[in-house]
T-cell receptor, first 113, second 112 residues
Framework: GIQVEQSPPDLILQEGANSTLRCNFS?????LQWFHQNPWGQLINLFY???GTKQNGRLSATTVATERYSLLYISSSQTTDSGVYFC???????????????FGQGTILTVHP | DTEVTQTPKHLVMGMTNKKSLKCEQH?????MYWYKQKAKKPPELMFV???????INESVPSRFSPECPNSSLLNLHLHALQPEDSALYLC???????????FGSGTQLSVL
């Protein structure tokens, strides 16, 4: 199956700092999503971004599908950004993939006040 | 309404009990999913329903039985679970399979 690697595994920031999270994947994908899981377990979809660049407030994401990686940028971090960030992909199997998202292991982000 | 609602939020059950987890969405999504998540691990796919038909079963033990009564509801029936089945069970939905996924807040299950 497809391999998804996220880096760094852990990240500690002071409030106001910027950060970049990376997601590498081992095969062609037709679906890439970034999620934030807060300390209470709720998973929030941040971006659906199989290619290109998107921005949403202080967050932005870029996926370079041809080079098999995606980046999530967090600017001016806040304590509420703490939690686990997951990248998840669906391998491009010529239209026969049925929506099985493969998740990376996540990046644990801690933002201190 | 952009929510996926799961009940109950917490569940404690014995190994001989039968219980059900419920999930509801009113976004008109035609794909619904069950995921299992252990502490400090990513979610793992269990089942996928597309247009109310089971399209993926990730070799889940038969003590977990999914049901999709209609396009808005998804149930997970639990019977004779083991302590190692204790986990956060997450329901999700998307407009169609392979599209943007929306998760519920989960049911934290403890099996004693």
């Amino acid at each position: 199956g497809i391999q998804v690697e996220q880096s760094p595994p852990d990240l500690i920031l002071q409030e106001g700092a910027n950060s970049t999270l990376r997601c590498n994947f081992s095969d062609s994908v037709n679906n890439l999503q970034w999620f934030h899981q807060n300390p209470w377990g709720q998973l929030i979809n941040l971006f659906y971004i199989p290619s290109g660049t998107k921005q949403n407030g202080r967050l932005s994401a870029t996926t370079v599908a041809t080079e098999r990686y995606s980046l999530l940028y967090i600017s001016s971090s806040q304590t509420t950004d703490s939690g686990v960030y997951f990248c998840a992909v669906v391998r491009d199997a010529g239209g026969t993939s049925y929506g099985k998202l493969t998740f990376g292991q996540g990046t644990i982000l801690t933002v201190h006040p | 309404d952009t929510e996926v609602t799961q009940t109950p939020k917490h569940l404690v059950m014995g190994m001989t009990n039968k219980k059900s987890l419920k999930c509801e969405q009113h976004m008109g999504h035609r794909a619904m999913y069950w995921y299992k998540q252990k502490a400090k691990k990513p979610p793992e796919l269990m089942f996928v329903y597309s247009y109310e038909k089971l399209s993926i079963n990730e070799s889940v033990p038969s003590r977990f039985s999914p049901e999709c009564p209609n396009s808005s509801l998804l149930n997970l029936h639990l019977h004779a679970l083991q302590p190692e089945d204790s986990a956060l069970y997450l329901c999700a939905s998307s407009q169609l399979v392979r599209e943007k996924l929306f998760f519920g807040s989960g049911t934290q299950l403890s099996v004693l």
